[in-house]
Structures are given as C-alpha cells and as structure tokens.
C-alpha cells in the first residue's frame, strides 16, 4: 500500500469512527439485552455503576438513568458509587435531580474498599437511601472548582461556605447528621461505614455488602422522601435492570481523565509538527487535528489551571521553534521544563485522581524532546548536504579532460556523463582528472584534481 493510499484509507476510518460516534451520541443509557424484563407482579430495582469522577458526562448518565426508571415506575435506583470527587456544577445538577425523582434514590458505596469522596459524599447524602459496603469510607468534601483559576482566600472561603450550606441542607432534608455533613466539607473530613451509621443521628441508613443484601434489608421499609411524603419499599423478589453507560458516554467518560487528557494533546501537538515538518502527509495532521478536540473536550471537564496550561502550549511552542531555530538545544532545554511545570500544575484539584501522574508526564515529556531532537538533528543534516541539482551542484564535481584545456583557451571535460566546454587558469592535459570550480553559462572553470 502506498503511502498516499494509507493516508486515504486512515481518513476513511477515521470518518467512519467519526459517523460513529454522531450515531451513538443520541442514545441513552442502555439496559442489558440478557436481562428478563419486569412484569405487573414483580416490582424493578435499576442499578447503574458510577465507577469515574463526577463530571458531565457521568451526570448525563446518572440522569438519563433516572428518566429510564421513571418512565418504567421502577421500585428503586441503586446507584452504586465509587468515585474519587468531581465537580460542583455537575454534582448539583445530580442531586437536583434525584430530589425530584419519582423513583426513590440509593446510592451505594461498593464494592468492599471503595470510596466516595468530595462530590461521592454530596451524592449520597442526597439519596433517599445512603448505604455503605464494608470497608468502604466516604467524606473529604472540599470544593473543588471547573473554572481552572486558583481560587484566593475570599473566594475559597465562600466555596466552601456556600458548598457546608448546601450539605446542610441535603443532610437535615434527609434527617442525617447535619454536623457531621458541615464537618466533611469545612474541615475535610471522612467517616467509614461503621463511624457514619454509629453517629447519632446517623450519617447512612444502613451497611451492606452487596446489591442482593441491601435489597433483602431494604425491602418494606418506609423511607421519607425530600418532599415530606413517605415511600415503603418493596423489594422483594425484584427484578433487577441494569443500566450501563452509551459507547458515546463510555468513550468520553474515559476520555474525561487528567492523565488522557494530557496523553490526547501530547499527541495533537506532535501530529500537528510531524504535519508542518511533512506537509502532504495528511495522517500526522488529522490524528493530532482530532486529538487536540479530544483533549479541549477533556479539558472542559476537568478542573484546568489556566497558567498551567499556558506553560504546556509554551514549551510545546519552544520545541517547535527549536526545529526552525538555531538555539543549540536551550529552546529544547526550556521546552523540556515548560512542559513539566505546566503539568504539574495543570489540574487545580486535591484530589490524586484529579492531578496529572509525574509518571507519565516524564516519559511523554522526554518522549516529545526526543522526537524534537531527531526532527533537528534531520534539519541540520539536510542543510549540510550539498545541492544536486541547478548551477551550484556542479561546483566540486569531478571530471576527465577529453581535450587540452589551455589558458585563454577552451577545451572540453567529461562531468557526470555530460560534455562541457571548459577553461583553466593552467594548463590540462587530455585524460586529466578535473575539478569544477565554477560555472559560467554553459562553460566550466576547471583546475586540474
């Protein structure tokens, strides 16, 4: 396959994932096809997993459950939880939301070892029905910001005000402990499954180890919805639903990661020079095209500092300047650093899971110098290559004297297969090695090799 017909049939995959992926982006959630489906006797559990950070994606596929459930009359919606936090918008979009479910609301800290922090904890709190596996801890609610900008003090203080209100209110809504709650998010704090439900009242309403036994407890229990009215549970011999993510929402939810992220516009900057170094190679440029919308999208999700992001394009920039500039590797030096510092500083969150890996950014980082280097290293070469074609490429060429090239006088040289008229500063003798010094018109000067 030639190249021009490898960067045709890449395009056309591309297209193809593209159309793809538009097709998928009306779908909603979809229930499992090997499920049975629930009849008149026999009520309907929805269990969704919410294993990613709470961000727009995973809030459209919370809600779009939601719909799913209420639509059906299902009995109940457990959503089980695992996350390490998200963001504030996305989370009050949830939460609204299941305040004003027709179906009642379970979230579920599981598997055993899980965790739900910062935006986990607002999420299940606001559940009609908060339980915990074992082993599982939940808390640490500390605001975390999508704007990118480093919040100063005023600024952080009325975050966190404003989120200890919000969580106050949740909590004293559901009758949990509204202390506690304030405490998750003023002072950061995190409870296990065994200090939430001893607390009095009670943070959770109960401790399960999996969906099975938290239906088994559930079942006839009366549970007080946000609006005043009470709900009792049935339960018992449910049919379960589950309901998994949309290929679309499973792409971007992946997508969605500070280390993907980060990968994604690594790639879109190389592909992009790779296609300004190689102009007509077209696959270089439509993959980094397409992973630099990628990772926009990606950045759009996650709390983005601004100034690291800044100091990411820079050292990008610097590496490229560094292919048409002359700088004896300080360009490539400063990029180098430009784009650790940005990483490093590029997602605005507490949380790890939010924050980029050092172990990956120093690989991508020493991958993206590398790659530089050869490009320079590529340049130089050709630049000292000599001509081979036009008036400047005869200059040191090598030929024979077929004739006496006299001073004053013109004879005739063999060079590169080709007959010349030729002069000289001194005299050659026929069969004579020559060598071009410079050319004039169709007539060499010629010194004897």
């Known amino acids: 396959m030639t190249a021009h017909h490898g960067s ?34 026999t009520p309907a559990v929805y269990v969704a997993n919410v294993n990613s950070i709470i961000h727009t994606v995973s809030a459209e596929y919370i809600i779009q459950t939601l719909d799913l459930a209420d639509q059906a009359g299902a ?22 939301r299941v305040l004003a479910a027709k179906t009642p609301v379970a979230m579920f800290v599981a598997p055993p070892g899980a965790r739900a922090a910062s935006a986990g904890f607002i999420l299940t709190i606001a559940a009609d029905v908060a339980a915990m596996a074992p082993g599982t801890h939940i808390g640490a609610a500390h605001p975390v910001t999508g704007s990118g900008e480093q919040m100063d003090e005023t600024t952080s203080k009325k975050a966190t005000a404003d989120l200890a209100a919000y969580s106050r209110t ?52 009366d549970i007080h919805r946000f609006d005043g009215t009470t709900t009792r549970l049935n339960t018992a011999s449910a049919t379960l639903v589950p309901v998994e993510m949309s290929t679309r929402q499973r792409v971007l939810s992946a997508i969605a990661h500070p280390n993907i992220a980060f990968m994604l516009l690594s790639l879109g900057v190389l ?18 095209a397409l ?23 820079l050292g990008v920039l610097m590496l490229i300047l560094e292919i048409k500039i002359a700088s004896y590797g300080l360009l ?19 949380e790890p899971e939010l924050r980029l890996s050092l172990r990956l950014v120093l690989p991508v980082v ?37 004739t006496p090239v006299q001073p004053g006088a013109h004879g005739q040289v063999k060079v590169r297969g080709e007959i010349w008229r030729a002069t000289s500063v001194d005299p050659i003798a026929p069969g004579a090695r020559v060598v071009v010094t410079a050319l004039e018109g169709l007539t060499l000067t010629v010194r004897q090799a």
């Open 8 to 41: 045709r049939f890449a395009i056309r995959l591309l297209l193809l994932a593209a159309a793809f992926g538009l097709n998928a982006a009306s779908r909603p959630p979809a229930i499992a096809a090997d499920q049975p489906l629930p009849t008149a006797s």
């Open 75 to 96: 009995a109940l919606v457990v959503f089980t939880l695992a996350t390490p936090g998200g963001l504030v918008d996305s989370t009050r979009d949830i939460v609204t």
């Open 170 to 221: 949740l909590a004293a809504g559901r009758k949990r402990n509204v202390a506690l709650a304030e405490a998750a998010v003023n002072e950061s704090r995190a409870f296990t499954e065994q200090e939430a439900l001893g607390a009095s009242p009670p943070l959770i309403d109960l401790v399960a180890t999996d969906v099975a036994e938290l239906l088994r407890k559930l079942h006839g229990r």
């Open 271 to 288: 592909g992009l020079t790779v296609e300004l170094w190689s102009p007509g190679a077209i696959l270089p440029g439509v993959v980094g």
């Open 291 to 313: 992973s630099l919308l990628l990772a926009s999208f990606a950045l759009q999700l996650l709390p983005v500092n601004y100034a690291g992001l800044l100091l990411v394009a």
């Open 332 to 350: 490539t030096a400063g990029g180098a650093v430009s784009l650790v510092f940005g990483a490093m500083i590029l997602m605005d969150a507490p």
């Open 366 to 402: 020493l991958a993206l110098v590398g790659i530089s280097a050869f490009l320079v290293r590529l340049a130089v070469v050709a630049q000292r290559q000599k001509p081979v074609v036009g008036d400047s490429s005869m200059i040191g060429a090598v030929g024979d004297a077929m």
